[in-house]
């Protein structure tokens, strides 16, 4: 079910405090990462202000995401919290949010905040090393590996320029 603000209560009160939980599938089912998916739903707490032509959006987001980290492919959870959320949010024009009637949708304001604060590469400890060193010893294709015959680019060495 999408977070939604009724506009005329809004209107009335002049403040609103929103607060509840977002399943998945409502705001992370289009997270499409091989290493990352959304581990719970989405916990959200907004408070909203009423102006004349827009709103005034402010509160916390948290969730938690089921990740594997890029260094050493080792499976954790990643909380994700957004304390600062702050949004201008049209009513009129262009970029207005969307309505049905009286009815204004944030989800996507949340998705795109939650999403905002995801990593670029999840990591287990921000000293993770990677992967163990009899590992690579293994694996001819892992980078940093010991070859038998000579290296491929070793006539580049000789080149005088």
């Known amino acids: 079910m999408p977070v939604t603000v009724n506009l005329r209560v809004l209107q009335k009160e002049e403040t609103l405090h929103l607060e509840g939980e977002l399943p998945v599938a409502e705001f992370g089912a289009d997270l499409h990462d091989d290493l990352m998916r959304f581990h719970q739903p989405l916990r959200y ?33 990643l909380p994700i919290r957004v304390e600062d ?29 939650i999403y905002l604060a ?3 590469n999840p990591l287990c400890r921000p000293d993770c090393r990677g992967l163990p060193q009899m590992a690579v010893a293994r694996d001819s294709r892992l980078e940093g590996s010991k070859s038998d015959g000579p290296s491929p680019w070793a006539a580049l ?3 005088k320029l």
């Open 45 to 77: 707490s907004l408070d909203l202000q009423h102006q004349p032509d827009s709103m005034i959006v402010t509160g916390t987001l948290e969730t938690s995401l089921a990740c594997e980290c890029a260094r050493c492919l080792k499976p954790f959870v």
């Open 157 to 159: 060495d000789h080149i």
């Open 118 to 120: 995801l990593p670029t």
């Open 85 to 113: 959320l702050t949004a201008l949010v049209p009513l009129r024009g262009d970029e207005a949010v969307a309505r049905d009637g009286d009815f204004a949708d944030l989800t996507p304001l949340l998705r795109e905040d």
